[in-house]
């Protein structure tokens, strides 16, 4: 079973750039997350979607950051302009179902770095 | 969400058993306890979760105080594959879904 995949896997841009990054959950799971990842801190969730509906977003911040899962399978987020706490590496999660499932399962992340 | 408390680091020697502890004195009647661990430069990984009894799986046992107010994460034989962070968290079984993250245990495993 193929997990979930993320790209790009690394990125440097400057501030007040726009950056955008991609992920395809695992087949059939209808729950998606997005997180951030600062250094040495766990993940925080940033927006979960339900199929192609946002079920939470309430740590989004929403005057630079927007998601959205088309179609309901992929999903893109994006940041702009970028900002240098924005440095973090971005990780993508999903799960059969949100509730029933205990598993979330996790991408290897995309790592941003913010100059 | 109900806060868990984990050690910032433990170490432990190969082929070892190694108990992780986790407190969570404000745990509700409704919450699952989750173990996931985070291995050098990937995404967390789900390494096991229970409610009340105690549980064992092909990865780790997780044992559970009658009080349910502190938990233990065993790995029976640590590899240095194992080397890793190690988050406990709560999640509300009503709720479910939401994972939340504190800093998690850093375990090194020694030859």
């Known amino acids: 079973e193929a997990g979930v995949a993320q790209s790009p896997r690394y990125k440097i841009i400057e501030k007040r750039q726009s950056v955008a990054f991609w992920c395809n959950p695992i087949s059939g799971h209808a729950t998606l997350y997005w997180y951030q990842q600062i250094l040495g801190q766990g993940p925080k969730l940033l927006i979960q979607f339900q199929n192609n509906g946002v079920v939470d977003d309430s740590q989004l911040p929403k005057d630079r950051f927007s998601a959205e899962r088309l179609k309901g399978v992929d999903s893109t987020l994006k940041i702009q302009p970028a900002k ?32 | 969400d109900a806060k868990t408390t984990q050690p910032n680091s433990m ?9 992780l ?3 969570h004195s404000t745990i509700s009647g409704t919450d699952y306890i989750h173990w996931y661990r985070q291995l050098p430069s990937q995404g967390p990984e789900y390494v096991i979760h229970g409610l009340t009894s105690n549980v064992n799986n092909r990865m780790a046992s997780l044992a559970i105080a009658e009080d349910r ?43």
């Open chain 2, 69 to 111: 107010k502190s938990s233990t994460l065993i790995l029976h034989r640590a590899t240095l594959r194992d080397a890793a962070v190690y988050y406990c968290i709560l999640r509300d079984r009503r709720t479910a879904s939401k994972l939340t993250f504190g800093t998690g245990t850093r375990l090194q495993v020694t030859l």
């Open chain 1, 84 to 115: 240098l706490e924005d440095s973090a590496v971005y990780l993508c999660a999903s799960s059969l179902e949100s509730g029933r499932s205990y598993e979330q399962y996790f991408g290897p992340g995309t790592r941003l770095t913010v100059t």
């Open chain 2, 21 to 23: 502890p986790c407190n």
């Open chain 2, 11 to 19: 170490e432990s020697n190969e082929e070892e058993p190694v108990h």
